[in-house]
């Protein structure tokens, strides 16, 4: 519990500032941020340090707040998602309209399964929701979110868009 403490505490000012960035709602980013630590308390067993802990912690805040614009139902523009969808990929840099037009293609040649699953995680499903609706485990479809977001990585990188 301590190390949770010392994490809101280093990290919880990014974070709010990154969440009001994505709401421009000074009261949701407050909730929010609130659910990203509860949510990392409840997942720090599941921590692989694939990436920082920051990443990770951006990457919950993120989800949450996708998960409440799914709630809300309100309109957010496809490449946006984009970009938060690769940004824990790609060193959270920012996308230009290349790379989010080339991101886009190369998402299109993947096959359907793969389309639905990278389109369920834009709107902001769980991986637990994404397997129940593509019939497969939840592992398989982490595997497939992971393996595609490689790909994309490798693909622009190669192509010198990012």
């Known amino acids: ?5 010392k994490l809101y505490r280093l990290y919880k000012d990014d974070i ?15 909730d929010l941020l609130s659910e ?25 805040a993120r989800n949450l707040w996708l998960q409440n614009i799914r709630k809300e139902k309100t ?13 824990d990929t790609i060193d959270e840099k920012l996308i230009t309209k290349e790379a989010a037009n080339r991101i886009r293609n190369l998402l299109l040649e993947k096959d359907n ?4 699953i990278i389109n369920m995680r834009l709107e902001g499903y769980s991986f637990i ?5 593509v019939k497969i485990s ?3 479809a982490r595997v ?7 790909w994309i990585k490798s693909v622009l990188e190669k192509e010198g868009i990012y």
């Open 75 to 87: 309109m957010v523009e496809y490449n946006e998602l984009l970009e938060l969808y690769v940004a």
């Open 36 to 60: 990203t630590f509860i949510n990392a308390i409840k997942t720090i067993v599941n921590f692989k340090g694939h990436s920082s802990i920051k990443t990770w912690l951006f990457s919950i």
């Open 113 to 116: 399964r793969t389309q639905k």
């Open 16 to 30: 709010y500032r990154y969440l009001l960035s994505l709401t421009h709602n000074s009261d949701l980013s407050e």
């Open 144 to 150: 497939i979110d992971f393996r595609t977001k490689k």
């Open 129 to 133: 929701e994404i397997a129940e609706e």
């Open 1 to 5: 519990m301590r190390e949770i403490e």
């Open 138 to 140: 939840e592992s398989s």
